[in-house]
T-cell receptor, first 117, second 113 residues
Framework: GAVVSQHPSWVICKSGTSVKIECRSL??????MFWYRQFPKQSLMLMAT?????????EQGVEKDKFLINHASLTLSTLTVTSAHPEDSSFYIC?????????????FGSGTQLSVL | QQQVKQSPQSLIVQKGGISIINCAYE??????FPWYQQFPGKGPALLIA?????SEKKEGRFTISFNKSAKQFSLHIMDSQPGDSATYFC????????????FGKGTKLTVNP
């Protein structure tokens, strides 16, 4: 099946620094990728929809300037957490839809655990 | 607000038993209902999905039952195995696809040997 690669799998950073997370579709093209946030023992909350070649669409309550999304190619989307603070510590997951299959095929990355000290 | 309510929050089943997880939704515009399996430290993986034009879908040991009038759907895991121990999420979306999924809060399943 299609594979979505997410990197890094975990990162520890100091408060005030920025962290970039990459999401790649390895064997298919994805014009749309999705970024989720998941707190421990909680569900996935959609943060934003990443659109190739255009601006991302953010969900209500998500700060655009804090969570920068870039989708420069059909296989890569990046999420940058700017000026990270301890409350940004969370599990971030990306997903991508394989255009070559039926609409229901949404593949998830393995997630990135961010810890801000 | 679009919501998907999932229960139970946790479930313990003996090996070989049947695991049943239930979800209910409010928005009648939802037309795609997937179930995802997530292991600790990993992203969710699509397990099985159903559309409202059928009442049941079976794939191996996994079955989705769908009740459109009650706006409920459930996941049945037959012959549950310790390897099935994971967190399961139901979800729903509109437009026939998997965009902008609304997830349930998850059910942690433990299958005892």
């Amino acid at each position: 099946g299609a594979v979505v690669s997410q990197h890094p799998s975990w990162v520890i950073c100091k408060s005030g620094t920025s962290v970039k997370i990459e999401c790649r579709s390895l064997d298919f093209q994805a014009t749309t990728m999705f970024w989720y946030r998941q707190f421990p023992k909680q569900s996935l909350m959609l943060m934003a929809t990443s659109n190739e070649g255009s601006k991302a669409t953010y969900e209500q309550g998500v700060e655009k300037d804090k969570f920068l999304i870039n989708h420069a190619s059909l296989t890569l989307s990046t999420l940058t957490v700017t000026s990270a603070h301890p409350e940004d510590s969370s599990f971030y997951i990306c997903s991508a839809r394989d255009l070559g299959t039926a609409n229901e095929k949404l593949f998830f990355g393995s997630g990135t655990q961010l810890s801000v000290l | 607000q679009q919501q998907v309510k999932q229960s139970p929050q946790s479930l313990i089943v003996q090996k070989g038993g049947i695991s049943i997880i239930n979800c209910a939704y409010e928005n009648t515009a939802f037309d795609y209902f997937p179930w995802y399996q997530q292991f600790p430290g990993k992203g969710p993986a699509l397990l099985i999905a159903i559309r409202p034009d059928v009442s049941e879908k079976k794939e191996g040991r996994f079955t989705i039952s769908f009740n459109k009038s009650a706006k409920q759907f459930s996941l049945h895991i037959m012959d549950s195995q310790p390897g099935d121990s994971a967190t399961y999420f139901c979800a729903a979306s509109m437009g026939g696809g998997s965009e902008k999924l609304v997830f349930g809060k998850g059910t942690k399943l433990t299958v005892n040997p």
